[in-house]
T-cell receptor
Framework: GAVVSQHPSWVICKSGTSVKIECRSL??????MFWYRQFPKQSLMLMAT?????????EQGVEKDKFLINHASLTLSTLTVTSAHPEDSSFYIC???????????FGPGTRLTVT | GENVEQHPSTLSVQEGDSAVIKCTYSDSASNYFPWYKQELGKRPQLIIDIRSNVGEKKDQRIAVTLNKTAKHFSLHITETQPEDSAVYFC????????????FGKGTTLSVSS
């Protein structure tokens, strides 16, 4: 139980284009999902908290107009990186709160490379 | 906001030895402390967690201890094996269910046979 999927697993895009990443909770409903970014050999940095049916809450320093988050249903949240630049290249991981509200289950991550 | 410090950043042990990783947190209101294991290029996997109403929790070779007064918690791995080699992250979150985890910087554990 508590499986989170993420799609795509990796993507290469050209500078200036937009990329959408999907995060799904497969066997449970997730009122809250989280988006993290992880650079090589670094920790997971929280980007935003996504609540179903409401606007995402972004962490300080994260541009909400660049990283668009939509949480349209209890099983799906999407992150769109708009006008991507090479410095946006990173490993993006989503997570969803489990049934107890405390445990978080992570998706497999999306490796984004912007050329 | 919450800040989590983790030490050491790297840890090398011989197979069969014990490994201890320590974390401190700043927000006394935090009440949930999980530990994740992450292998290269893969998602973090929850290995053990503890809530603030418990001082210690054990699961086979893995144990976590929590000292609320000092605001620190530790991961203990006994009888280490080469497959324990990975990056380990501690994290903390505040009282409300559904709040984000704040992670430590990670510890790279290497177990040599």
């Amino acid at each position: 139980g508590a499986v989170v999927s993420q799609h795509p697993s990796w993507v290469i895009c050209k500078s200036g284009t937009s990329v959408k990443i999907e995060c799904r909770s497969l066997d449970f409903q997730a009122t809250t999902m989280f988006w993290y970014r992880q650079f090589p050999k670094q920790s997971l940095m929280l980007m935003a908290t996504s609540n179903e049916g409401s606007k995402a809450t972004y962490e300080q320093g994260v541009e909400k107009d660049k990283f668009l988050i939509n949480h349209a249903s209890l099983t799906l949240s999407t992150l769109t990186v708009t006008s991507a630049h090479p410095e946006d290249s990173s490993f993006y991981i989503c997570s969803a709160s489990g049934p107890s509200g405390y445990e978080q289950y992570f998706g497999p991550g999306t490796r984004l490379t912007v050329t | 906001g919450e800040n989590v410090e983790q030490h050491p950043s790297t840890l090398s042990v011989q197979e069969g030895d014990s490994a201890v990783i320590k974390c401190t947190y700043s927000d006394s209101a935090s009440n949930y402390f999980p530990w994740y294991k992450q292998e290269l290029g893969k998602r973090p996997q929850l290995i053990i967690d503890i809530r603030s109403n418990v001082g210690e929790k054990k699961d086979q070779r893995i144990a976590v201890t929590l000292n609320k007064t000092a605001k620190h918690f530790s991961l203990h791995i006994t009888e280490t094996q080469p497959e324990d080699s990975a990056v380990y992250f501690c994290a903390a979150s505040s009282p409300q269910a559904g709040t984000a985890l704040i992670f430590g910087k990670g510890t790279t554990l290497s177990v040599s046979s």
